[in-house]
Nanobody
Framework: EEPIVESGGGLVQAGGSLRLSCATS????????IGWFRQAPGKERVGLAC????????YYSNSVKGRFTISSDNAKNTVYLQMDSLKFEDTAVYYC????????????????????WGQGTQVTVSS
């Protein structure tokens, strides 16, 4: 079983919404900071929204603050990304990552490889 599985991507019109899910298994959920990243064709991977290990405090990049909401369901070991007011430039492959005992901002701003990565889910926003 994969430690991280993303789902919920798809095709949506600009202005629409999607909710991505990051289902985790095989590690102690609360001990890991978990975050959402995306990579568009020809661009670098960027951190969007992350929650810290432990208290699940959130951090958002400026590009999604106010439009995206990250949440955590500890009973389901799952982190969600609610994406509203989607724009064409949000089109990318969205990835979920987890890092042991880390703050949300550190995870989101990090450039190193993390403990766990998912395979990604495609989000396409039509203009």
């Amino acid at each position: 079983e994969e430690p991280i599985v993303e789902s919920g991507g798809g095709l949506v019109q600009a202005g629409g919404s999607l909710r991505l899910s990051c289902a985790t298994s095989g590690f102690t959920f609360d001990d890991y900071a978990i975050g959402w990243f995306r990579q568009a064709p020809g661009k670098e991977r960027v951190g969007l929204a992350c929650v810290s290990s432990g208290d699940r405090s959130a951090y958002y990049s400026n590009s999604v603050k106010g439009r995206f909401t990250i949440s955590s369901d500890n009973a389901k070991n799952t982190v969600y990304l609610q994406m509203d007011s989607l724009k064409f430039e949000d089109t990318a492959v969205y990835y979920c990552a987890a890092e042991l005992l880390t703050l949300a901002e550190v995870l989101c701003r990090g450039t190193d490889e993390f403990d766990y990565w998912g395979q990604g889910t495609q989000v396409t926003v039509s203009s």
